[in-house]
Nanobody, 125 residues
Framework: HLVESGGGLVQAGGSLRLSCAGS????????MGWFRQAPGKEHEFVAA????????NYADSVKERFTISRDSAKNTVTLQMNSLKPEDTGVYYC????????????????????RGQGTLVTVSS
């Protein structure tokens, strides 16, 4: 399964770095990505990266602020989040999909079988 870490409380304008490790599973051949869920809302796509790391996709709301990367040797995926806003608050879930392509969207979350338990990010104003 997948294990996320790095969530916490940060002031608006600050940064956080989320990590996702494949525990007992090699993730090198998976498309990896992040979703988030704010209280009372549906899952929202955040970012995805291809198995090679050559292609990335971001939600418009996080472009230019978030960066997704992967390290196959360490079996990890990282989401660097800068210039955080209160609306970035939510539980962030790491996901792994064997289907090629990074064109994820919010509703795609329910189709992905390999997911982490989530890590909470709270951005205060």
């Amino acid at each position: 399964h997948l294990v996320e870490s790095g969530g916490g409380l940060v002031q608006a304008g600050g940064s956080l770095r989320l990590s996702c490790a494949g525990s007992g599973r090699a993730i090198s051949r998976y498309v990896m990505g992040w979703f988030r869920q704010a209280p009372g809302k549906e899952h929202e796509f955040v970012a995805a990266i291809s198995s090679s790391g050559g292609n990335t996709n971001y939600a418009d709301s996080v472009k230019e602020r978030f960066t997704i990367s992967r390290d196959s040797a360490k079996n990890t995926v990282t989401l660097q989040m800068n210039s955080l806003k209160p609306e970035d608050t939510g539980v962030y879930y790491c996901a792994a999909d064997p289907v090629p392509g990074t064109s994820w969207y919010g509703g795609y979350y329910k189709y992905i079988e390999v997911r982490g338990q989530g890590t909470l990010v709270t951005v205060s104003s």
